[in-house]
C-alpha cells in the first residue's frame, strides 16, 4: 500500500526567502507525484507532476521538485518566496493504474512580510 | 471548457434530513471521485468511480452513496445526514486506467462546504 508523509505541518518562513516543503512517500513501485496548491476557500490546483521523465520538475509559479528514489522523496522548493505562496499544500502520489491517489496530510505555507 | 463543475457550493441540512451533491466534468475523464476535507486531516476518499456503471468505495464511504450513469456525471448522496458529515467536499477527475501510461493529475471542482445542524 501506498502512503504520503509531509513532514511539517506548518511552515512560515519571510518574503524573498527560499521555501522547502518535504515530502517522502512510501509504495512498492515508482508512483506518479504531484504536488498540489490550495489557497483559502479555493480548490485545489496543480503545481507540478512527477511521472518518471525527468527527476528535476519544473511547476508554475517558480516552483520545482525534484525525485529521488533513493530517499523515496519528492521534495518542493521555491528560491524566493511571495505573499502569494501562502496556502495549503499537498503531496499527492497515485499508482501506475491511475486509480488509488493517496494524499499527503497537507502542509500550510506562511510568508511573513 | 468548464472542468469539473460542483453544485450547490454552500448547503445547510438539518440532522436526519437527504441531499445530493452534484459533480460534473465535461473532459471525457474516466476516473471521479469525491473527497471530503477536514481541519488537520488533509483529504479523505469517499467514493471512486473508474468508469460508467462502476464504482468502489474509499476510505470514508459510511453515510454516503453514489452512482455512474454517465462519463460526465458522479453525483454523491447522504442519505441521513449527520452532524459528523459538516465538512467541505470535492470532487476530482483524471484519465484514469486506461490512459496509465500517460497518467495524469486530478481536476478539481471548488468545493461544496456542507454543514449539518
Known amino acids: 500500500a501506498q502512503s504520503v508523509t509531509q513532514l511539517d505541518s506548518h511552515v512560515s518562513v519571510s518574503e524573498g526567502t527560499p521555501v522547502l516543503l518535504r515530502c517522502n512517500y512510501s509504495s512498492s513501485y515508482s508512483p506518479s507525484l504531484f504536488w498540489y496548491v490550495q489557497h483559502p476557500n479555493k480548490g485545489l490546483q496543480l503545481l507540478l507532476k512527477y511521472t518518471s521523465a525527468a527527476t528535476l520538475v519544473k511547476g508554475i509559479n517558480g516552483f520545482e521538485a525534484e525525485f529521488k528514489k533513493s530517499e523515496t522523496s519528492f521534495h518542493l522548493t521555491k528560491p524566493s518566496a511571495h505573499m502569494s505562496d501562502a496556502a495549503e499544500y499537498f503531496c499527492v502520489a497515485v499508482d501506475n493504474y491511475g486509480q488509488n491517489f493517496v494524499f499527503g496530510p497537507g502542509t500550510r505555507l506562511s510568508v511573513l512580510p | 471548457n468548464a472542468g469539473v463543475t460542483q453544485t450547490p457550493k454552500f448547503q445547510v441540512l438539518k440532522t436526519g434530513q437527504s441531499m445530493t451533491l452534484q459533480c460534473a466534468q465535461d473532459m471525457n475523464h474516466e476516473y471521479m471521485s469525491w473527497y471530503r476535507q477536514d481541519p488537520g486531516m488533509g483529504l479523505r476518499l469517499i467514493h471512486y468511480?473508474?468508469?460508467?456503471?462502476?464504482?468502489d468505495q474509499g476510505e470514508v464511504p459510511n453515510g454516503y452513496n453514489v452512482s455512474r450513469s454517465t462519463t460526465e456525471d458522479f453525483p454523491l448522496r447522504l442519505l441521513s445526514a449527520a452532524p459528523s458529515q459538516t465538512s467541505v467536499y470535492f470532487c476530482a477527475s483524471s484519465y484514469g486506467p486506461r490512459l496509465a501510461g500517460l497518467t495524469g493529475e486530478l481536476f478539481f471542482g471548488e468545493g461544496s462546504r456542507l454543514t449539518v445542524l
Open positions: 468511480s473508474v468508469g460508467a456503471g462502476i464504482t
